[in-house]
């Protein structure tokens, strides 16, 4: 079932979606060589329990962090760890809170000093791919035209989509119906509705779209070795169009931005 908000349950999420986006704005000066993805998911804790909320992430399904932290050729899910960070990795951080009974989810994949070329264009398609797509919300739209969106124009510029791992709504679940895919043909699945909350997410790699998933049961790496980044906002369908409660630069503006 799709559960449709009220204005006073989007306020609700408005608040645990721009904490999530701020705590990852304060990660990112930690994100340096020599840093371990364990000591800022320490810090991300911190945030988040000091804001008067729960990491979304701890416990659900027995995963053991606040952040899900993503090397390179990690797609999603990595497991924080005693690892150092090196120059030229590109490291994405997936994050949810639980604040006033509702959730926010985001992601963002930062540079670890200066990365090669390629990478900072996947990056860049990416983030422009997670825009594309959330250009594509709109009341009377289906769900499958947010990740026609996302593909066209990721395949567009040669990379490929990951089709394992989905978007979602979001609510006072963290997840809920619909699932959000990034790829497929437009014109299908439920309408968008004006008061649906999505979690709109590309997992976009340099190589193939094939994943597998380590031993650890958690982290998924892309079969072909090839660099992976993912981006994340929670998106409402407004009657003006899409509401992006994750960006922090226009909190309260019912418009595209990404």
Same mark, same amino acid.
């Given at each position: 079932m799709i559960v449709c908000k009220s204005p006073a349950e989007l306020e609700?999420?408005?608040?645990?979606?721009?904490?999530?986006?701020?705590?990852?704005?304060?990660?990112?000066?930690?994100?340096?060589?020599?840093?371990?993805?364990?000591?800022i998911d320490r810090e991300a804790e911190r945030l988040v329990r000091a804001a008067g909320a729960l990491p979304a992430f701890k416990g659900y399904r027995g995963y053991p962090a606040t952040v899900c932290a993503s090397t390179n050729d990690a797609v999603i899910h990595g497991i924080p760890s005693s690892r150092k960070l090196r120059e030229g990795d590109i490291l994405s951080l997936d994050m949810g809170v639980k604040l006033n009974g509702y959730y926010g989810d985001s992601a963002v994949t930062i540079p670890v000093g200066r990365i090669e070329p390629e990478a900072e264009r996947l990056l860049k398609v990416t983030q422009e791919a997670l825009a594309a797509g959330i250009a594509a919300v709109r009341v009377g739209a289906r769900v499958s035209d947010i990740g026609h969106a996302v593909q066209k124009f990721v395949e567009a510029h040669g990379?490929?989509?990951?089709?394992?791992? *989905?978007?979602?709504?979001?609510? %006072?679940?963290?997840?809920?119906?619909?699932? @959000?895919?990034?790829? +497929? $043909?437009?014109?299908?699945?439920?309408?968008?509705?004006?008061?649906?909350t999505l979690a709109i997410e590309p997992m976009v790699n340099v190589g193939k779209p094939a994943v597998k998933v380590l031993a650890d049961g958690w982290t998924?790496?892309? *079969?072909?070795?090839?660099?992976? %980044?993912?981006?994340?906002?929670?998106?409402? @369908?407004?009657?003006? +169009? $899409?509401?992006?409660l994750t960006d922090i630069s226009k909190p309260s503006l019912h418009r595209a931005s990404a």
């Open positions: 609700r999420m408005l608040a645990s979606s721009q904490l999530v986006a701020q705590v990852l704005e304060a990660l990112r000066p930690l994100v340096v060589p020599g840093a371990t993805t364990a000591e990379y490929s989509v990951v089709r394992e791992f *989905v978007g979602h709504g979001i609510g %006072a679940q963290l997840h809920e119906e619909p699932q @959000v895919p990034n790829y +497929g $043909p437009p014109g299908r699945g439920p309408r968008l509705a004006e008061g649906m998924a790496v892309t *079969v072909d070795g090839s660099l992976s %980044a993912h981006f994340e906002h929670t998106v409402a @369908v407004t009657a003006d +169009g $899409p509401w992006i």
